[in-house]
């Protein structure tokens, strides 16, 4: 078993889920954790998982980020056949992958190239990525607890944003997929609450129309808090954060840097504040504007994760182990959602790697309003579900 | 009672403070809470308090931010007698302000003139300040729950930087003082753990002596995990992030804006990666260098407080309407540790107003390490009694 990819809150609960669920076979001999995913299994860095105590995997299941170390590595052919020669030296037929979109490909490459060399191995990807824009599940382990801090962040800002009225901008990850952002309006509880407006990548921004929507609700208000997905893209459909980013870096799948950076929150804040400014006629220095960029936080916090994405990121784990069991050849665990409000359920099924990996799911058209600045009830009622629980602020009116 | 300031999340556990205490006097007829501090005042918007339900006030109590406004407002002599007139004519007699060391200045400044002049007013300054520089008292209210979003946050990012290695660099609120910096050091909870280094504005630090820093850090862990306050000066005694921010804001009270920007974390991880990669003659692309600036979430996320920092917040409001009621003039409330480590407990006592207002508390000497780039076990025993409980971190060797 192996983790990938940008860590969450909660992807260290699947590796528990994995390993649990590995103990309990008396068919399963041996469980290895490779060290940094497919690196370390190239480089042969393993460590047994059988032996570890139940007190620690507890502890481990609730500490955010991947435990078995992560990679951005994404093998070719060659690379595929040094992972091939040292599982073959290890006797290791089954591996699972715990990742997002590019270690579903990874798994799919694995898994193709192990068949084509007639490699016993089957492979199974368990989904996880705060982004959730993992095709065919419902939603993705990761992203309840990375929704529950958004939210909780907004909400806190929000009030600030109350007592010290002005233009706040608040960036926030999920790359080219809008469904982080969106949970920003999971905030809001009156009429008034920020959320003011919502940008996701989905909906071409141009920059014109931002500055006009935020001097709209300036005026209207007296204050305005906007949620900018890191991603979002302006008429041409280019991404802001790669244009204001000099020498952006990639990483081996092709994606640019975009977090890890306050370069857009600053380039908005600069913008609003001239533009916004002029436009109502107002000193730029009695026109307040801040920008924070939520970062890594989103991804890692630790203490805060949201319970219903625990459970479901270890049952994601320990379903992918079942399934092996049950003599399935390969495929990407998903769910599926069972119940909707109070009566939310999920169950598991089986995926196949291609249809999960590389490809990405953006947020549909019914969460989003029809301007393109703000997000739907529709969303709201989808995403509630997955966070156990939000503070309820209380106001003096 | 007004608020002032940049918000925590636990001012309105004073507010609610102040309230409960204030219902339960006979000798108070009505209890006024200016909107947005001074300025409320002046222009005579007020709420009744008393009206308000219990249910409400908890609500309040748990929420972020300011329930009644905030203002960065300084009143001068002009300020302070419109204050008086509007004062006069609502018959108030005792004033509540909670707020940091500039809130202490506003109601020693409102004192003085209101006695020059003649003004019976009673002002009573309840102390809150993330930042934790306020003079005399022994810690201020917001300081434990910022510490503990803090020390949670280095805690799951330092999982993440372990994840996926590579040098991070985080920035940390506190203006002049570096208290919630050193809070990072709360996460280390093994020998290996980040922060690797904490950078504070007590100890000035010249950029080569940071590059050399994290170099040799990343040469022997293959990582890093740096703290680093807003507020760090270079050998000069300026601070880099005025440096580096072009036309700064300055405030009412004369402090340049630090927060809101996430440029001081930008310019380091700049020079980190060009640095650091030439000194140890990486490929540029090779070192993964990240930033985060941790911003507004640090005094305002909502659902994380620290509860014995609430608890304490709500005593220091409470207490200062029984110091007014036993007949004190002025003054503000302070906190006098009674017990260390787990014998932890505090007791009140007035302060003079002008002994806490402008100047703040540094870090002492004994609480930063030898060579100004580490936090001692001596701040740890200090700030660790204020966070009600940090989670626990658990690692696969």
Tied chains: 1, 2.
């Excluded at 690196?39 to 980020?65: M, N, S, Y």
């Excluded at 997002?100 to 193709?112: F, K, M, P, Q």
């Excluded at 962040?153 to 929000?158: N, Q, V, Y």
């Excluded at 233009?167 to 809001?188: E, P």
Aim: glycine share 10%.
């Amino acid at each position: 078993v192996g983790q990938s990819g940008g860590p969450t809150a909660v992807i260290n609960q699947s590796l528990v889920g994995v390993i649990q669920a590995a103990r309990k076979s008396a068919k399963i001999g041996r469980l290895l954790g490779a060290c940094n995913g497919v690196r370390g299994i190239k480089e042969g860095r393993f460590v047994d998982l059988k032996g570890l105590d139940d007190a620690l995997l507890e502890r481990v299941a609730q500490t955010p980020a991947a435990a078995l170390g992560s990679t951005r590595d994404k093998p070719d052919a060659e690379y595929c056949q040094e992972i091939f020669k040292v599982l073959a030296k290890n006797d290791v037929r089954y591996f699972f992958y715990i990742g997002g979109n590019d270690s579903a490909d990874t798994a799919r490459i694995v898994s193709e190239l192990a068949a084509a060399s007639n490699h016993e191995l089957h492979v199974f990807h368990i989904p996880k990525t705060i982004d959730n824009d993992l095709r065919v599940t419902d939603h993705c382990p990761g992203y309840g607890s990375a929704a529950k801090f958004v939210a909780s962040a907004i909400m806190g800002d929000d009030r600030d944003n109350a007592s010290l009225p002005g233009i706040k901008i608040d960036v926030i990850m999920g790359r080219n997929a809008g469904w982080l952002t969106a949970a920003a309006t999971l905030a809001r509880q009156d009429e008034q609450d920020g959320p003011h407006l919502v940008y996701v990548p989905e909906v071409p921004i141009p920059l014109d129309k931002f500055v006009d929507d935020v001097a709209a609700v300036y005026t209207r208000l007296g204050r305005c808090l906007v949620a900018v997905s890191e991603g979002i893209v302006d008429e041409n459909h280019k991404a802001w954060g790669e244009k204001i980013v000099e020498n952006a870096e990639r990483d081996s799948h092709g994606n640019v840097q975009l977090s890890g950076s306050g370069s857009l929150g600053d380039f908005l804040a600069g913008v609003v504040k001239t533009r916004v400014a002029a436009k109502l006629n107002l000193g730029v220095k009695k026109l307040r504007v801040r920008a924070d960029t939520f970062g890594y936080l989103q991804r890692s916090f630790a203490g805060y994760a949201s319970k219903v994405d625990q459970a479901e990121a270890r049952l994601a784990g320990k379903t992918a182990v079942q399934y092996a069991l049950g003599g399935a050849a390969s495929g990407s665990v998903a769910f599926k959602r069972t119940g909707r409000g109070a009566k939310y359920g999920i169950e598991c099924f089986l995926a196949e790697l291609k249809d999960v990996a590389r490809e990405t799911k953006s947020l549909p058209r019914n969460f989003i309003n029809a301007q393109g600045n703000g997000i739907t009830a529709a969303f709201c009622a989808y995403a509630l579900p997955l966070i156990d629980e939000l503070p309820v602020m209380g106001k003096i009116k």
